[in-house]
């Protein structure tokens, strides 16, 4: 893609990723993400067009509502920024151009609407400890969608959806039984077959095992720094969240390389 379809990619990214914000904010707690227009949590003073620009706003504003001067999260330009960063890397890995080849149009279709999904699936796990099925559901049932014009094809998909979300679910009774514990939530399974969805087979056992070694990683980290044990809960969305995003980009890289280097 062309360094000008780049910097527009960013700028829907920005956009896209003030919209994961309000999804992100209001989901969990079960609240429309359409009605009302966005407004201030604390005290709930409606936001201008000048006060809700993706970033420029928050720096503007030092952090905080112009009305009440209550503190706004640096989550907002985060997630806004990262979701920019994300669209571009998307279309910097991207082959032929959208604009000239369908299918490639397709292509990044399907990767900037799985990039959102993780996105506000990442931070809504690490918030909230929640995944909502408003978003893993409707995500399988997209993610299958798209494999009807593109990648990884509609077989492909389904049987990664049911691989996924099989695999873990087989993993949370096991532990079930053996240690009577919830090793993870109902949550994680239906995110990984959402993930299924999108990147199909072989993929999806990539993400599995990119998220289930950070997992271990930050587990270990934390135990051996003293801010945890090994029984600490961890988000595991925000692992599969990251181990999609970087299979979404580089897993055929990932896979060949590894193949290669049996
Ligand atoms: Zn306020």
Not at 174 to 203: E, H, S, T, Y
Request: glycine share 12%; charged share 10%.
């Amino acid at each position: 893609m062309t360094p000008l379809e780049l910097a527009v990619l960013g700028l829907l990214g920005l956009m896209v990723g003030s919209f994961l914000n309000v999804c992100i904010s209001r989901m969990p707690a079960g609240m429309s993400i359409v009605t009302p227009a966005s407004r201030c949590p604390e005290c709930a003073t409606p936001l201008a067009w000048r006060d809700n620009v993706p970033v420029l706003s928050w720096l503007w504003l030092g952090g905080r509502c112009r009305a009440c001067r209550a503190p706004i999260s640096g989550r907002y330009p985060i997630v806004e920024l990262a979701t920019a960063g994300i669209f571009v890397l998307q279309g910097m890995v991207l082959d032929g151009s959208p604009l000239q080849d369908g299918g490639a149009a397709i292509v990044l279709a399907s990767k900037l609407t799985f990039s959102a999904l993780l996105v506000a699936l990442l931070v809504t796990d690490l918030e909230t400890f929640r995944l909502p099925n408003l978003l893993t559901y409707s995500g399988i049932a997209v993610g299958l969608a798209f494999s009807l014009v593109g990648p990884p094809g509609f077989v492909g998909s389904l049987a990664a959806v049911f691989v996924g979300g099989g695999v873990l679910l087989a993993i949370r009774q096991a532990w079930k039984l053996a240690r009577n514990v919830d090793a993870m939530g109902l949550g994680d399974v239906k995110m990984l077959a959402m993930i299924g969805a999108f990147l199909g087979w072989p993929q999806v056992w990539l993400v599995m095992l990119l998220s289930s070694v950070g997992g271990a990683v930050v587990g270990v980290v934390l135990t051996l720094s003293g801010r945890g044990n090994m029984q600490t809960k961890l988000p595991f969305g925000v692992f599969l969240s990251l181990g999609a995003l970087v299979s979404s980009l580089w897993g055929p890289h990932l896979i060949d390389w590894y193949l290669g280097s049996l």
